[in-house]
């Protein structure tokens, strides 16, 4: 297995560990399959709509920059637009990726929204991602999808293919 698919793993793990509030997240890893996503994660939970995000992940061995202690990873801005585009939360996991015991690999979010005119050489190392920035995750995706009814959309729609 390469770095990139275990970081990937490792990304995963972090999602579906237990919390305080249980398990939070269930995750699907679509990896190379799909240019922009390597993970779909659904909140747990009886939410109509489901409340999904969209993660991109990305790892390093060469630790984080001097002078202000971003983790160092690279992300081209066509991957960070085209995971913007996407009409649901999406997300950039950094793995800061330890060889010697991939286990004791550190992993960082970051919201990714908008354009970007650039990619990226580093991320912000301020949001671990550790129990309680997981279940901030869980509610940002939750208000995300609050007030958003693409179940009354879907079932309001006809399609030529109704039975």
Excluded: H
């Excluded at 793993?9 to 919390?19: D, E, Y």
């Excluded at 890893?29 to 993970?39: H, Q, R, S, V």
């Excluded at 790892?59 to 913007?84: E, F, H, M, V, W």
């Amino acid at each position: 297995m390469n770095d990139g698919a275990l970081s990937e793993l490792l990304a995963a793990i972090s999602l579906t560990r237990n919390t305080s509030q249980g398990y939070l997240f269930r995750t699907v890893l679509i990896a190379g399959k799909w240019p922009a996503i390597d993970i779909y994660a659904e909140v747990i939970g009886d939410s109509v709509p489901k409340n999904y995000c969209f993660i991109q992940v990305k790892s390093t061995t060469l630790g984080y920059t001097a002078r202000d202690n971003k983790l160092r990873i690279q992300i081209p801005k066509t991957k960070l637009n085209k995971l913007a585009e996407f009409n649901g939360p999406s997300y950039l996991i950094g793995i800061d990726y330890v060889e010697s015991n991939p286990f004791d690999s550190k992993a960082y979010i970051s919201a990714i929204r908008g354009t970007y005119a650039t990619g990226f050489s580093s991320m912000p190392t301020n949001n671990l991602l550790d129990e309680s920035n997981l279940i901030r995750l869980k509610d940002e995706v939750e208000t995300f999808w609050n007030g958003t009814n693409t179940f009354d959309k879907k079932n309001s729609t006809t399609s030529i293919f109704d039975l």
